[in-house]
């Protein structure tokens, strides 16, 4: 009897503890993200105490290291920098991409696939850091120049946009290819009933039931491409500027972050907190997309599960 | 205080998240070393001399750990203001501090202090080696560099020189080389053209401008050492006509404007500590190697004996 009581507590206790720990556990990523919208908001108010909100959207001079009437806060050269070099990264990750899974999904035999799928999620561990080099010391002046022929910069976007696209291309084909995947047998089995041909099956039956799943993937690779720093940082040069000519460098957001920290700017100064207001509206960016692209995968769940 | 002080916040944000782990096992036993000296130094001013003595203090605490020494970046204005307020112990400065403005306020709070050189400083202007321009005058350097400028080749400003359309690099705006050079060429701190590009890390700009065909830019002389045979050092004549760099021609002064001596002043109720005083002796007993490390132009033997006797003169009071 007195066993059976203390046996009781004893297990509750550990149940507690337990439960508490997961808690912890589960609320340490919670913490993390509130303290960091707060940092970001703290500096991002004061410096819209300095700089009026339509200076920072609209303005298309972003020189706020320099001083004096050199000092500019307008966002749309390091925004537009930001999409250019991300939408040189989907031209050659989504054709790349979506065939990939499709060659994957529909036509590799299992042999192949258990090979192929395993390597191309590797591609995806390498360290951004690699690709940054990868494209400074061997793509711009190797491929780029020597097969290409092209007068390209040393930093410049096409190198930073093409190998930006190799990193998201293991995202964006591994994503879809869970999609096409997942669309139910009878579907296949049904058209391939009718007579029609595999590259059919392929295009016009999964491709279209695995659409939302697929363009979830597309999503999650631009939202990954639009964060990426390294690869820009390393090759795709540090000048925020307007304009669409992929042999010069341009700067991206996450990349100003980056290379402004590593200078000795004051804390408190505005300089300073230009970094926290690029963070919040890179924030901004990647949350959008990323809910978007949650919506996408939900809805596509509801229809097959 | 500077944003690097940001990234250990940031890592204690993160561990608190982790583990509340305990134990900090700092109090381990460091006396018995080389020196018996201790207490701390506080060293604040010119980011261009900051390098020198963060390395003179990493020597020197190979021989005396206890001793504490912090460098502050503040810049050399910046510096003399805490200097002069009497919160730092040595004042890091790129040029002679100022007899109208920052004297006064030394004298007023009774601040006294010696200036000794440690280093010399000088920036290179190199171009990629297909640019082989041997010379460029100031006025020449500033139709390219300057606020608003459209120089697009050097054919621009020279048309005796190549028309190869110019990729330029500089370092970021926080660096001391910046300052010096903007104020140097373009007349004012801090002017410039804005479409260059900008890195703090010089390895990056050789990297550029080794590999664009119309490649220039400038840096500290030092890096220009390291990837002699990659770049085209460019002369610069300033009226006088033309001098390359070099360790000599930084040294005396002939290399015109691009070279500076740099210097610390220690204040003299700080050499009055034990501490200080052994460490401005490391200095300047050391500067050669301290120098190398940081990557910079080093005293000549003349301007050793200077320093020696300057710092004397401080220590007697």
């Known amino acids: ?305 | 205080m500077k944003i690097k002080t940001l990234m250990p916040a940031l890592a204690l944000v993160l561990a608190l998240g982790v583990a509340a782990c305990g134990g900090d096992d700092e109090s381990s036993a460091s006396g018995g070393g080389g020196g018996d000296l201790s207490g701390k130094i506080a060293i604040d001013g010119s980011s261009t001399v900051a390098p020198f003595a963060q390395a003179a203090a990493e020597l020197f605490n190979e021989e005396n750990p206890d001793v504490q020494i912090t460098v502050g970046t503040s810049g050399t204005g910046g510096g003399f203001e805490k200097f002069c307020a009497g919160e730092t112990d040595i004042s890091d400065a790129s040029r002679p501090i100022k007899d109208d403005e920052e004297v006064p306020v030394c004298e007023k709070n009774s601040v006294a202090y010696g200036e000794v050189q440690v280093a010399n400083d000088g920036i290179a202007v190199v171009t990629n080696k297909a640019l082989a321009v041997d010379c460029l005058t100031t006025d020449e350097l500033k139709q390219i560099w300057n606020k608003g400028s459209k120089v697009k080749s050097l054919a621009d400003v020279n048309p005796d020189l190549p028309d190869t359309q110019l990729s330029l690099y500089g370092p970021g705006t926080d660096s001391g080389t910046f300052d010096f050079f903007t104020d140097e060429i373009n007349g004012e701190e801090g002017v410039t053209r804005e479409d260059y590009e900008p890195s703090e890390d010089d390895n990056q700009l050789v990297t550029g401008v080794e590999g664009d065909d119309g490649g220039l830019g400038y840096f500290g002389f030092s890096y220009y050492e390291g990837a002699q045979d990659q770049l085209n050092l460019v002369g610069i004549d300033s009226g006088d006509g033309c001098v390359k760099p070099s360790n000599e021609t930084i040294q005396d002064g002939t290399y015109k404007p691009l070279a500076r001596p740099l210097f610390m002043y220690p204040s003299k109720k700080a050499i009055a500590r034990p501490e200080v005083k052994a460490f401005m002796e490391f200095v300047v007993a050391n500067q050669a190697d301290i120098a190398k490390a940081a990557k910079i132009v080093p005293l000549t033997e003349e301007q050793v004996g200077e320093a020696e006797s300057e710092l004397q003169t401080a220590e007697q009071g």
């Open chain 1, 1 to 305: 009897m007195t066993s059976l009581a203390y046996s009781r507590t004893r297990r509750s206790v550990g149940e507690q503890a337990v439960r508490y720990g997961l808690f912890a556990a589960a609320a340490v990523s919670i913490v993390t993200t509130t303290l960091i919208i707060l940092s970001l908001l703290r500096e991002t108010i004061a410096f819209f105490g300095d700089v009026p909100l339509g200076d920072f959207l609209f303005g298309t001079k972003w020189t706020p290291l320099l001083g004096g009437d050199q000092q500019s806060f307008g966002v749309i050269p390091l925004l537009t920098g930001t999409l250019y070099l991300t939408a040189i990264g989907l031209v050659v990750a989504i054709p790349l991409g979506l065939l990939a899974a499709i060659y994957l999904s529909e036509y590799a035999p299992q042999r192949v696939r258990r090979v192929v799928k395993p390597v191309l999620e590797l591609l995806a561990g390498v360290p951004t850091i690699v690709f940054g080099y990868f494209a400074l010391v061997f793509f711009t002046p190797e491929v780029l120049r020597g097969v290409f022929g092209l007068e390209v910069n040393q930093f410049n976007a096409l190198s930073a946009g093409i190998i930006l696209g190799l990193l998201v291309l293991p995202t964006i084909a591994s994503v879809a290819e869970d999609a096409l995947s997942a669309v139910p047998a009878s579907l296949r089995e049904g058209a391939f009933g009718l007579g029609a041909s595999k590259l059919q099956v392929s295009l016009r039956v999964v491709f279209p039931a695995a659409l939302s799943g697929v363009v979830a993937a597309l999503i999650l690779g631009a939202s990954r491409a639009v964060g990426e720093t390294v690869i820009i940082l390393v090759a795709g040069g540090q000048v925020a500027r307007l304009g669409t000519d992929p042999t010069v460098g341009y700067q991206s957001m996450a990349a100003f972050i980056a290379a402004t920290s590593r200078g000795d700017i004051p804390t408190g100064s505005i300089k300073f907190e230009t970094i926290f207001v690029v963070g919040m509206a890179l924030f901004v960016m990647t949350l959008a997309l990323n809910a978007v692209s949650i919506r996408l995968v939900n809805r596509y769940r509801q229809v097959y599960e």
